[in-house]
Nanobody, 122 residues
Framework: QVQLVESGGGLMQAGDSLRLSCAAS????????MGWFRQAPGKEREFVAA????????YYADSVKGRFTSSRDNAKNTVYLQMNSLKPEDTAVYYC???????????????WGQGTQVTVSS
């Protein structure tokens, strides 16, 4: 079992930077691939980023590529999402998830956090 808690969300201005954190419980965190997803009001949840268990491999949605970076610190059981050049369309609840494969598919992830709100004003 893995429990995930996101933090770091907030109200930002367009062009700002923000770093989200996702802290995991459990001693097997380093064996899980991690993903970031987001859900805007009235829209379906969508893939943002994924990172392999080692942190060597990362994968991003086209909408955030070049602006967002995911990293992890397995010693701290934490995965991060650095978000730069924020846009109003990045406004959403951001979720982290843990699974056996790094993937853009939600059904590849077994554990989910409760989400953290990011709001970007223009």
């Amino acid at each position: 079992q893995v429990q995930l808690v996101e933090s770091g969300g907030g109200l930002m201005q367009a062009g700002d930077s923000l770093r989200l954190s996702c802290a995991a419980s459990g001693r097997t965190f380093s064996s899980y691939a991690m993903g970031w997803f987001r859900q805007a009001p009235g829209k379906e949840r969508e893939f943002v980023a994924a990172i392999s268990w080692s942190g060597v491999n990362t994968y991003y949605a086209d909408s955030v590529k070049g602006r967002f970076t995911s990293s992890r610190d397995n010693a701290k059981n934490t995965v991060y999402l650095q978000m730069n050049s924020l846009k109003p369309e990045d406004t959403a609840v951001y979720y982290c998830a843990a699974g056996s494969r790094w993937s853009s598919r939600m059904d590849e992830y077994d554990y989910w956090g409760q989400g953290t709100q990011v709001t970007v004003s223009s």
